[in-house]
């Protein structure tokens, strides 16, 4: 619940020059519209993704989060183009999707998506 203390641990323990990653639930993702408007999916047998606490923001409010001596030093997406996992199972269509995510992943669209890691390194 306290994710500022928790962001703070991570770079207190990380040795100067290491990295951090930090993943983004971001509200500007078609993962966000696809669950406010669907609802919370299945993740498993017994589970849905209600289970699981998530704190959906933007990026900029992600990166407002970190200390003073750390910088992002790039974004990494996951699930820019899917709103959903389950596409992913669709013959064809999933290994499609896959090879495109992987191609967006790393450039301007990885600001919205759904997962969205930034990889910040501590400077002092």
């Known amino acids: ?18 990295r951090v990653l930090v993943e ?4 500007r993702s078609l993962r966000f519209v696809s669950r406010a408007i669907g609802g919370a999916r299945r993740i498993g047998n017994a589970h849905d993704e209600s289970d699981v606490p998530t704190r959906w923001e933007t990026l900029e ?10 910088r992002v030093e790039r974004l990494v997406g996951a699930r ?13 269509l999933g290994g499609l999707l896959r090879r495109a995510e992987h191609a967006v992943s790393r450039g301007p669209l990885a600001r919205y ?12």
């Open 1 to 18: 619940p306290d994710i500022e203390r928790a962001i703070a641990e991570m770079f207190r323990v990380v040795r100067r020059g290491g």
């Open 24 to 27: 983004v639930d971001d509200r």
């Open 61 to 70: 409010q992600a990166t407002a989060r970190l200390p003073r001596h750390a």
């Open 80 to 92: 820019i183009l899917t709103p959903v996992a389950t596409v992913h199972r669709v013959p064809i």
């Open 113 to 124: 998506a759904g997962f969205a890691i930034l990889v910040a390194r501590r400077l002092g």
